[in-house]
């Protein structure tokens, strides 16, 4: 899959891929949406409730979800299961040529982020030993999770224009399934159609303020008594 650099507005690197025409993350700010949806709208708010996390991620892309994760394991103590997705894992060339290292500051965060995507596919790497990830080598489609398992599903795909396969009420009965009551799904994308799916598999909607560039974005809730 041919890929191209491009910096995004924040002064972050993401991903172009010209086949698609589509961007990994937003060209408004790549690090400013991650810390947007899936650290304040859905990590955030579940360690408001609890301090030992399940965390499904679907798209490990660049790693970016899962190295901004991590400090809040390092800074609440708190213990996390982090289980990423992806099917066309990035080449050690790319994950370099990104450069985070010009917008992570912390150098112990680089060391953590080198680790990630250097570890074995389909095998439990300890971090630390409060922080455990998993990348699995599968699609949604493929994947088999456990029941009521998750608190927080990162549903990073790309748009449903891009890949409508992932963005159907049967992945999302799936993935409402494998969340455990209470749990939440986040995501970046507030299309009608997206909500009308996510809320026939069972979650409750919650339309939130978006990251820059975009007026909304979503949040699932799967309700505690179903």
Known sequence: MQLEIRQTKDGSNT?????LNEHYHSVHGALQ??????????????LEQKKDLKILEVGFGTG???????PYALAKKAFVQYDTLEKYPLSQEVVEQLQFRNFILNPELLD?????????WNEPLEIIPYF????IHETLEEFCP?????????FDAFAPEKQPELWTEEMFRKL????RPGGVLVTYCAKGSFKRALKAAGFTIEALPGPPGKREMTRGLKPVAV
Do not use: C, R, W
């Open 146 to 154: 456990p029941a009521a398992y998750y608190d927080i599903v990162y």
């Open 176 to 179: 409402f399934e494998a969340t």
């Open 33 to 46: 949406e991650s810390q947007h949806v899936f650290i304040k709208h859905g990590l955030e708010y579940i």
């Open 112 to 120: 953590y982020f080198e680790q990630m995507h250097q570890g074995n």
């Open 15 to 19: 991903l172009y891929v010209p086949t």
């Open 132 to 135: 455990t990830l998993q990348k």
């Open 64 to 70: 970016l979800n899962a190295i901004l994760t991590f």
